[in-house]
């Protein structure tokens, strides 16, 4: 089956402006969560969408937002980017939202992986 | 979710067992033991989870101590591919949808 698809791949950005990061969870699945990755913080979890309402979120300020389609793509944004929003930002889609283990264990995309300079 | 404490790094000839401890001697009794794996340039990946039993599958086996508070988990026979960065996560298995990364232990499987 295919895995999660996270698109673009690969993005830089100006400081100031805004991005868009999209996610394709499994067929099937209607959990997606979204994660950063830095060096210094690790990986620090944003939020989670379940059935196109946000479910549960991280420490992020509001620059920092998602949504869910009906078909269970998710895509998040943020605005106003700032030098120390470069990441790799993964997404995690699961079968059902909150169990992280077993048939229901969340499977990551490979992430996108931004640059603000 | 209970506090974590895996060692840093570790390392292991391939084809040899490959065991990863972690503590977390503040579980309460609910609270699951879960593995996730990451693999350079690639997202998480499950392994394994358990709550008091030795639990058993296709990728590893996970033993949990008879107090709780540490546990280990095998790769029976490493590769090269299990080079990984790997996570335990202790959380009750209702706790919603975040999971607390630490900062797991880097296990390099040599030649």
């Known amino acids: 089956k295919a895995g999660v698809t996270q698109t673009p791949r690969y993005l830089i950005k100006t400081r100031g402006q805004q991005v868009t990061l999209s996610c394709s969870p499994i067929s099937g699945h209607r959990s997606v969560s979204w994660y950063q990755q830095t060096p210094g913080q690790g990986l620090q979890f944003l939020f989670e969408y379940f059935s196109e309402t946000q479910r549960n979120k991280g420490n992020f300020p509001g620059r920092f937002s998602g949504r869910q389609f009906s078909n269970s793509r998710s895509e998040m944004n943020v605005s106003t980017l700032e030098l120390g929003d470069s990441a790799l930002y993964l997404c995690a889609s699961s079968l059902r939202s909150g169990a992280p283990g077993g048939n229901y264990g969340y499977t990551f995309g490979s992430g996108t992986r931004l640059t603000v300079v | 979710d209970a506090k974590t404490t895996q060692p840093t790094s570790m390392d292991c000839a391939e084809g040899r067992a490959a065991n990863l401890p972690c503590n977390h001697s503040?579980?309460?009794?609910?609270?699951?033991v879960y593995w996730y794996r990451q693999i350079h340039s690639q997202g998480p990946q499950y392994i394994i989870h358990?709550?008091?039993n030795n639990e058993t599958n296709e990728m590893a086996s996970l033993i949990i101590t008879e107090d709780r508070k540490s546990s280990t988990l095998i790769l029976p026979h490493a590769t090269l591919r299990d080079t990984a960065v790997y996570y335990c996560i202790v959380r009750l298995e209702t706790s919603g949808s975040r999971l607390t990364f630490g900062e797991g232990t880097q296990l390099t499987v040599n030649p």
């Open positions: 503040t579980i309460s009794g609910n609270e699951y």
């Open positions: 358990g709550l008091k």
